[in-house]
């Protein structure tokens, strides 16, 4: 009699999918339904009746997939990850108002324990509590029905043929507004659970898969030392500062209301320091971004592009000098694995080392002690350093600036910026800069002792830039082409002693010329070199920023 009952009660394996496919393509797909209300051209009956076509579009897409790859043997488990996949990336687009692509899957899996911890709220487990325990929970405990296996095929395979054929109508019926509104608003393809999720995942791991099996391309064989340093009192040393999430338009020296650079302001006062103010990045994330910066290849041939190639480090490495790279952040992304690396993960300073990050101005204390331990045959010709900033990364904005440099108040202490007013977030991400400020000018002071010795440089640019809630857009990670201009215009300024000045015949007057041109990330490979004084045919003049100010005295 029980088992009576509960064949009764218990779920067609088909049925149960549908169940599944509904909640998909309504609860789990907020953030997209939210965002299409919203928009002037879905008001009205007309753009209702389009509105409720897409959905029902979507829901028969949704039951074709799980008609094809889900099964009764797989069925819970597989349906508990499509449920949490969902609920995550609903909760980060409808509280940071991204999408998911296959550079946001990537961030993902670079992510580092201590930067999930900054992205956890009471939010996010609220979202994940309705959107993947609550019906998790109740699909699991669901009985299925046992259904012959080829009766079973048959029935799901014709559920799926008949879900392909409404969606085909569908479209067909309102393809023209679809059509318009997915060409006007191409964010939306990003966002419909959980085909996005599912196709980022298949293309950074088809990617990621690709790379793996290609062989490293060496780059710039010929290169060589256009001047070779007589002594070790001629030979350069270049701090080459990647920033983090610096974004152009709230850095003081770019004309911003308030004073987030009153160090640098007054180094550039001094007359050796030249800020270049129309600069875009290569990506709007690091793990884009930092790799193109160090290519030869510039962002059009680097994005997409499976093959692998050394980078300018290497170069300037095979030339002769010595290379360092110092990192604050969640690694090199492959930049520095050919060449001396160390972090500050080690350092335990109270001052400058808590909850598991460090101050950027830890980079400057274990710089000595790591530039002692580089081959005294190479740093005779040359030393050429890159230090890598925590800098500004979100979204805990406030741990990135010690309480002296807070200028600002009150902050958004909150990892869900959604949160907070508007002028919080700003604040704290103003304090942040000025902590940036603050690490670049000890810098540029510790370069003028050193000076004494030998020319020294500095160069710094931002990896690429940050929402704060422009638009309903928070953090950074939008596709190039979707991206608003708060996430690709990044600030970046040069730094030149008398010395190096003076070795480079180089005019500060002809670099300032210089600052108000447009620029990006493409620049860097060329100019690093030329300012190292490596000569390649790779190297390409014509982006090099400084080619026409500087000449190498004989």
């Known amino acids: 009699m029980t088992q009576t009952l509960i064949r009764r009660n218990a779920w067609h394996p088909t049925t149960l999918l549908l169940a599944l496919a509904v909640w998909l393509a309504t609860l789990g797909n907020v953030p997209l339904w ?82 999930a911890l900054d992205l956890l709220s ?35 395979l014709g559920t799926l043929a008949l879900a392909l054929l409404l969606a085909v109508v569908l479209l ?13 608003h191409k964010s939306l393809r990003y966002m419909i659970n959980p085909f996005n999720t599912v196709y980022a995942l298949g293309r950074h791991g088809l990617g990621q898969a690709a790379q793996a099996q290609q062989v490293l391309q060496p780059v710039g064989e010929d290169a060589h030392l256009a001047v070779p340093a007589s002594n070790p009192a001629s030979a350069p040393l270049i701090l080459l500062v990647v920033g983090e999430t610096a974004r152009a338009v709230n850095f003081g020296l770019n004309g911003y209301a308030r004073d987030t650079t009153p160090e640098l302001r007054q180094l550039q006062q001094d007359g050796d320091l030249v800020y270049f103010s129309q600069v ?8 884009t971004s930092v790799p193109c910066m160090f290519s030869h290849l510039g962002r059009k041939d680097f994005v997409g592009n499976d093959a692998r190639y050394e980078n300018v480090l290497d170069v300037i490495q095979r030339a002769g000098l010595a290379v360092l790279w110092l990192d604050n952040q969640a690694g090199c992304k492959g930049v520095c694995d050919r060449v001396p690396h160390a972090d500050t993960q080690a350092l335990k300073s109270p001052a400058l080392c808590q909850g598991g990050d460090c101050l950027d101005e830890s980079l400057l204390q274990i710089l000595p002690e790591q530039l002692a331990r580089l081959d005294p045959a190479k740093t005779a010709r040359g030393t050429v350093v890159v230090m890598h900033q925590m800098g500004s990364h979100g979204p805990a904005y406030s ?17 869900a910026l959604q949160d ?20 670049l000018a000890q810098t540029i002071h510790w370069l003028q002792a050193q000076a004494k010795e030998r020319p020294t440089a500095l ?12 638009k309903g857009l928070y953090l950074h990670g939008m596709p190039y082409a979707l991206a608003p201009q708060e996430q690709t215009h990044v600030p970046m300024l040069m730094w030149f002693s008398k010395g190096m000045q003076q070795s480079l015949d180089l005019s500060v007057d002809c670099a ?25 045919r790779v190297a390409q003049a014509s982006r090099d920023i400084l080619s026409t100010c500087e000449r190498k005295l004989l």
């Open 34 to 115: 939210r965002a299409i209300w919203r928009l002037p051209e879905t008001q009205g009956p007309h753009a209702l009746m389009t509105l409720m076509t897409l959905a029902a579009a979507v829901l028969a897409f949704t039951l074709v997939f799980l008609c094809l790859l889900v099964w009764p043997r797989w069925l819970k488990p597989v349906a508990l990850v499509l449920l949490a996949l969902a609920a995550t990336s609903s909760y980060f687009m409808q509280s940071y108002g991204v999408v998911i692509d296959a550079s946001m899957i990537a961030n993902v899996v670079q992510t580092n324990p201590q930067e």
């Open 122 to 156: 009471w939010s996010m487990l609220g979202t994940l509590g309705l959107g993947l325990v609550l019906p998790g929970l109740w699909l699991w405990r669901q009985q299925l029905r046992p259904v012959g296996a080829g009766r079973l095929a048959w029935q799901q």
């Open 172 to 184: 067909w019926a309102s393809f023209q507004d679809l059509a318009s509104l997915m060409r006007n």
């Open 280 to 287: 875009s990045s290569c990506g709007t994330n690091t793990q």
């Open 399 to 415: 741990k990135r600036s010690a309480s002296a440099r807070k200028a600002f108040t009150p902050e958004c202490t909150s990892h």
């Open 420 to 439: 907070c007013l508007p002028e919080q977030i700003t604040n704290a991400y103003d304090n942040s800069l000025r902590e940036t400020d603050h690490f």
């Open 459 to 470: 160069m710094y640019v931002s990896d690429h830039g940050e929402s704060l809630g422009e």
């Open 512 to 536: 300032q010329a210089q600052a108000g041109k447009p620029w990006s990330h493409d620049n860097l490979f060329h100019t690093l070199l030329g300012l190292s004084g490596v000569q390649t």
